[in-house]
């Protein structure tokens, strides 16, 4: 699984960077090292008003902020994560 972040310039104001720490921090946790691989992203062309543009392989997601990760890291990436190994 490939999670990109966007760090262009709108999603860093909106905490693109804590959020990458908050991915980093679960990947380790979980010991997904070798089946989550994460990466940064210049802008996807999908600006919210509130949050950061986070793709999960092919789907785009707008809106993820750092106040909601662990609800989009259970009910996306787990649930994708889950998809992929059945």
């Known amino acids: ?3 990109q972040i966007c760090v262009g310039s709108s999603c ?3 905490g ?3 959020l990458a720490d908050q991915f ?3 990947v380790s946790e979980k010991n997904l090292e070798g089946e989550i691989d994460l990466a ?3 802008c996807k062309g999908k600006c919210n008003r509130e949050g950061v543009t986070v793709s999960v392989n092919d789907d785009v997601y707008t809106g993820v902020t750092p ?3 662990n609800e989009f890291w259970e ?3 787990m649930k994708k994560l889950k998809e992929e190994r059945a």
């Open 67 to 69: 106040e909601k990760f």
């Open 24 to 26: 980093r921090k679960a």
């Open 12 to 14: 860093c104001i909106k």
């Open 1 to 3: 699984m490939v999670i």
């Open 75 to 77: 009910n996306t990436v």
């Open 16 to 18: 693109s960077y804590e």
């Open 40 to 42: 940064g992203s210049f």
